[in-house]
């Protein structure tokens, strides 16, 4: 079993910033597909952004293209989602999920997820 931690999230202001963390138990963790998806008050979950198992490949909704950015560190086991110039409609309980099983990386189906970390942006 997979288990996965969201840290980072918060109370920010429209245009600042947020780092979100996801660190898993996945291992070996570079065998790990990872996506970000996020679920705003009153909506279903949506995609935000994937990073392929050795991090060179990333793909994002585009929303948020231009101001989020996935990272990886497998060393550390743990997925960033750098989030800049937030808005209001980015406030929702953001969501880190694995796989294991090979899909194209547009994909939205993940076998492991997080609990969520809370963002809120204000306007």
């Known amino acids: 079993q997979v288990q996965l931690v969201e840290s980072g999230g918060g109370l920010v202001q429209a245009g600042g910033s947020l780092r979100l963390s996801c660190a898993a138990s996945?291992?070996?963790?570079?065998?790990?597909?990872m996506g970000w998806f996020r679920q705003a008050p009153g909506k279903g979950r949506e995609f935000v952004a994937a990073?392929?198992?050795?991090?060179?490949?990333?793909y994002y909704r585009d929303t948020v293209k231009g101001r989020f950015t996935t990272s990886r560190d497998n060393a550390k086991n743990t997925m960033f989602l750098q989030m800049n110039s937030l808005k209001p409609e980015d406030t929702a309980v953001y969501y880190c999920?694995?796989?294991?099983?090979?899909?194209?990386?547009?994909?939205?189906?993940?076998?492991?997820w997080g609990q969520g970390t809370q963002v809120t942006v204000s306007s």
């Open positions: 990073i392929s198992r050795s991090g060179l490949t990333t």
């Open positions: 996945a291992r070996p963790f570079d065998t790990y597909a």
């Open positions: 999920a694995a796989r294991i099983t090979i899909r194209m990386l547009n994909d939205p189906q993940y076998e492991y």
